[in-house]
T-cell receptor
């Protein structure tokens, strides 16, 4: 069974450009999460989808970030325009719908560098 | 709101020595507790978790963690480490909720380096 897959693994872009990160969750997982780790700091929650609906986007830093989950399958996270402080590792995770103790499975992350 | 503190950012230890990675949390509500591990060039993997019941939980590769409610701690221990345990370890909590708030709150991570 394939795990959570993220594309690309690395991205280097210039300030002001647009970048789109993609996450393919484990098949059948209704819950999909985005997290971000800025260098050396804690991994922070960005948002949570249940199927195609945004359940909680309280962690999104500002309106330059747009997340979508088409048809409740894969998700994209677009940063437009990118700023230097957006650099970090973006993780995606998915879990089955069910009780609150279901395990979240993480992807390898996308390392974004804005120069 | 919840917060997690991992007191040590770097822990170097010699092979076959014991290790303890410290984790303290703060929360106004009851939480589940987790340890995740990230090996080089890999994603986060769940190492072990405390949901309820026995306060001592163990992983398949020899790590264990004990939930201490009075001290709000969930320290990770291993009596004898191997080179292959070199990785970054993250402590995390999640609110016990039947609702939709299922996100994890992480600590800043502890890099464990096992030296030969």
């Amino acid at each position: 069974e394939a795990g959570v897959t993220q594309f690309p693994s690395h991205s280097v872009i210039e300030k002001g450009q647009t970048v789109t990160l993609r996450c393919d969750p484990i098949s059948g997982h209704d819950n999909l999460y985005w997290y971000r780790r800025v260098m050396g700091k804690e991994i922070k929650f960005l948002l949570h989808f249940v199927k195609e609906s945004k359940q909680d986007e309280s962690g999104m830093p500002n309106n330059r970030f747009l997340a979508e989950r088409t048809g409740g399958t894969y998700s994209t996270l677009k940063v437009q325009p990118a700023e230097l402080e957006d650099s970090g590792v973006y993780f995606c995770a998915s879990s089955q719908r069910g009780s609150g103790n279901t395990e979240a499975f993480f992807g390898q992350g996308t390392r974004l560098t804005v120069v | 709101a919840q917060s997690v503190t991992q007191l040590d950012s770097q822990v170097p230890v010699f092979e076959e020595a014991p290790v303890e990675l410290r984790c303290n949390y703060s929360s106004s509500v009851s939480v589940y507790l987790f340890w995740y591990v990230q090996y080089p060039n890999q994603g986060l993997q769940l190492l072990l978790k405390y949901l309820s019941g026995s306060t001592l939980v163990k992983s398949i590769n020899g790590f264990e963690a004990e939930f201490n409610k009075s001290q709000t701690s969930f320290h990770l221990r291993k009596p004898s480490v191997h080179i292959s345990d070199t990785a970054e370890y993250f402590c995390a909590v999640r609110k016990i909720s039947s609702g939709s708030a299922r996100q994890l709150t992480f600590g800043s991570g502890t890099q464990l380096t096992v030296l030969p």
